[in-house]
């Protein structure tokens, strides 16, 4: 299939070479040039602007920092330069509005338009192992799911165009919540007197047991292998969870959910991240504790 992708980041990079492995033909465009050199040395073509790498797609994957620049990619480069019918996948973690605005304005244009956030890291995007949350009419998803094959451990139907949305940030509210939690035990059972390790062996066999502490445990040296045993260097950084939970207190707001765990995680991130933590892996909140 004739696949382009634009946004060739961290995440993207690995994306798009998991579809050229595919056999798919990429055409690859990104601001940055040293992005797009990468791309090119993983088998992309290369294309000077986004115009010219939609210009022959059958479908267009984006992954990029955030609603605004989807906005205006898609309304000024991608929708009425790609080829009528072709299908599009944004796979940006971005706010709601602003995706359901542009599948609204791609389907005016008559064509067929999916949100695709994915759950997992760069790790995930490298290895072809992401989990795709799929918003987007029944025929679209169908279109969409062996794009996103390649690249991915699971692809899930959310529903409607913006479900994809919607489960990523309540995912990741959840997450947060539940790593602070599991920061805040771990560092209460040590300071009670109780080794931490003894604890991790205690509570992930007890109702106690999660993700961030079973799979991910944010305390050096105890548990299982994180960030956390080399300084809190690579992981799901700080900064990119802010962005996460204000998408979703923001989600919360326009729809009066009330979400008073999720307001207090933000409220936690946004001070770690105004004080230098924002490139740390998210569970360094035990470092504050
Ligand atoms: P990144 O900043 O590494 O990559 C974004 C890329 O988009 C950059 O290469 C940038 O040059 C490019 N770009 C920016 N504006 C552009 C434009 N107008 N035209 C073309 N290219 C443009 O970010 P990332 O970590 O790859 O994240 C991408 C998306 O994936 C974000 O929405 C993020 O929230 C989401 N996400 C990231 C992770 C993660 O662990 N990094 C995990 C899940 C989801």
């Known amino acids: 299939m004739k696949i382009a992708f634009i946004g060739l980041g961290n995440m993207g990079g690995g994306m798009a070479a998991n579809l050229v492995k595919a056999g798919h033909e990429v055409s690859a465009f990104d601001l940055s040039a040293e992005a797009l050199a990468r791309a090119g040395e993983s088998g992309c073509a290369t294309f000077d602007t986004v115009p010219e790498a939609v210009a022959q797609a059958e479908a267009v994957v984006t992954m990029l920092p955030n609603g605004a620049i989807v906005r205006s990619v898609y309304t000024a480069d991608v929708i009425g330069k790609a080829p009528a019918g072709a299908l599009f996948l944004d796979c940006s973690t971005i706010d709601l509005a602003t995706t359901r605005e542009v599948a609204a304005l791609a389907q005016d244009a008559g064509y067929a338009m999916v949100d695709a956030p994915v759950s997992g890291g760069i790790a995930a995007a490298n ?4 989990t795709f949350m799929v918003g987007g009419e029944e025929d679209a998803f169908a279109r969409a799911a062996p794009v996103l094959e390649p690249m991915a451990k699971a692809v899930i139907h959310a529903g409607q165009i913006g479900s994809g949305q919607i489960a990523k940030m309540c995912n990741n509210m959840l997450l947060a919540i539940h790593m602070i939690g599991t920061c805040e035990a771990l560092a209460l059972a040590q300071k009670a007197g109780l080794d931490p390790q003894t604890f991790y062996e205690i509570s992930s066999k007890s109702t106690g047991y999660n993700w961030s502490l079973n799979d991910y445990t944010p305390a050096p040296g105890i548990g299982a292998k994180s960030p ?6 690579g992981g799901f950084a700080s900064a990119l969870m802010l962005k996460d939970l ?44």
């Open 127 to 130: 290895g072809g192992t992401l």
């Open 228 to 233: 956390a045993d080399n300084d809190y260097q």
């Open 246 to 289: 204000r998408l979703a207190i923001k989600a919360a707001g326009d729809v009066s959910a009330t979400v008073p765990m999720g307001q207090h995680a933000q409220a936690i991130y946004e001070a770690f991240v105004e004080n230098g933590g924002g490139g740390k892996d998210f569970g360094a909140i035990f470092t504050t504790l």
